[in-house]
């Protein structure tokens, strides 16, 4: 490591480069810059968090729709059938069933109309792209 002594025993003209304080500001300028730099890190920090909500809730979503429409031709036959059959498919399909059930349930607290899956999809996508976008500020 380089210290502000060996910089100058290295040839170096000046140490200027180490010195970051506007040099008629003081401790004040830098106590303010430092306040800014903190303050854009929060409001940079606070925008990812909250694009990665959002993420995180519409895949979620894209999870409940994807769910719902894999199980649903199941979920028919099994409504079809009469209450004496209904066990034993209930027993051969539970898995599927109790996803549907799952999904149609968490489906039903979206609000309407619940949009479809590649509409979802394009959402994520863009948010996606909206997070890589202010990582990179």
């Known amino acids: 490591t380089?210290?502000?002594?060996?910089?100058?025993?290295?040839?170096?003209?000046?140490?200027?480069?180490?010195?970051?304080?506007?040099?008629?500001?003081?401790v004040d300028a830098f106590d303010e810059l430092?306040?800014?730099?903190?303050?854009?890190?929060?409001?940079?920090?606070?925008?990812?968090?909250g694009l990665d909500a959002e993420i995180k809730n519409l895949s979620a979503l894209r999870n409940h729709l994807r769910a719902y429409g894999r199980t649903k031709?199941?979920?028919?036959q099994y409504r079809a059938l009469d209450e004496k059959q209904r066990p034993a498919f209930y027993r051969d399909h539970k898995e599927d069933i109790d996803t549907h059930r799952a999904a149609k349930k968490a489906l039903s607290?979206?609000?309407?109309?619940?949009?479809s899956t590649k509409v979802v999809t394009a959402e994520i996508e863009r948010l996606r792209a909206a997070r890589a976008e202010v990582n990179t500020r």
């Open 73 to 76: 031709d199941v979920f028919k």
């Open 2 to 26: 380089r210290s502000f002594s060996s910089a100058a025993s290295d040839g170096c003209k000046s140490t200027a480069a180490f010195n970051f304080v506007p040099q008629y500001g003081g």
């Open 109 to 115: 607290q979206v609000e309407k109309p619940v949009p």
């Open 34 to 49: 430092y306040g800014q730099v903190i303050s854009a890190k929060l409001d940079l920090s606070r925008e990812l968090n």
